[in-house]
């Protein structure tokens, strides 16, 4: 089975700090991708990679920035947090292919309180 | 520009009744569509998807989902719900960026589905 792990379930950070969200997925997938989830807003993308070192913006990348120096590393990084961006953070990950899946498969969740 | 719609916040259903859960679609070109679960504190998990082919579609857990291309509709059904089946359900739509050559998927608001004893 795919797993894909996030570094924490539960944080709280103060306005101001540099957040980072890390996320591990051991099935060599070539894709990666970070969302928030808001109720009533469903899932939104902020980044993805779709190999190492590249990166592409998604539909809310303001306030955010991403890393991803290993294939099976994917890092979220929030550099001045602000209390809008206390939100549930998903990470997924899937596989490419010449006819793709489009699957996606994800992390629990990092739970995440700006104050 | 792709997107789905989710048009109900929130389904109540009785323990051993059939369930649905709505998901309408927009797209231009082929339609791929996926369903997802996602439990109380826990991360998303793949019910089912319609790439090609049959217009009724099964997947995990009992769950069927009936693609309808006049009604630009793919429905979440299941005949018998049952109570663990409560949680957050989300339709999505794979969208292919021209510009940046990649695929991604677009996901509705979520469908929150109540199955009570």
């Known amino acids: 089975d795919v797993k894909v792990t996030q570094s924490s379930r539960y944080l709280v950070k103060r306005t101001g700090e540099k957040v980072f969200l890390e996320c591990v997925q051991d099935?060599?997938?070539?894709?990666m991708f970070w969302y928030r989830q808001d109720p009533g807003l469903g899932l939104r993308l902020i980044y993805f990679?779709?190999?190492?070192?590249?990166?592409e913006k998604g539909d809310i990348p303001e306030g955010y920035s991403v890393s991803r120096e290993k294939k099976e590393r994917f890092s979220l990084i929030l550099e001045s947090a602000s209390t809008n961006q206390t939100s549930m953070y998903l990470c997924?990950?899937?596989?490419?292919?010449?006819?793709?899946?489009?699957?996606?498969?994800f992390g629990p969740g990092t739970r995440l309180t700006v104050t | 520009a792709q997107s789905v719609a989710q048009p109900e916040d929130q389904v109540n259903v009785a323990e051993g009744n059939p369930l649905t859960v709505k998901c309408t679609y927009s797209?231009?070109?082929?339609?791929?569509l996926f369903w997802y679960v996602q439990y109380p504190n826990r991360g998303l998990q793949f019910l089912l998807k319609?790439?090609?082919?049959?217009?009724l579609v099964k997947g995990s857990y009992g769950f069927e989902a009936e693609f309808n291309k006049s009604q630009t509709s793919f429905h979440l059904k299941k005949p018998s719900a049952l109570v663990s089946d409560s949680a957050l359900y989300f339709c999505?739509?794979?969208?292919?960026?021209?510009?940046?050559?990649?695929?991604?998927?677009?996901f509705g608001a979520g469908t929150r589905l109540a199955v009570h004893p």
């Open positions: 997924a990950s899937s596989p490419e292919g010449q006819y793709p899946n489009y699957e996606q498969y």
């Open positions: 099935m060599d997938h070539e894709n």
């Open positions: 990679s779709y190999d190492v070192k590249m990166k």
């Open positions: 797209v231009s070109g082929n339609p791929y």
């Open positions: 319609y790439i090609t082919g049959d217009n």
């Open positions: 999505a739509v794979r969208d292919w960026v021209i510009s940046g050559g990649y695929n991604k998927l677009i």
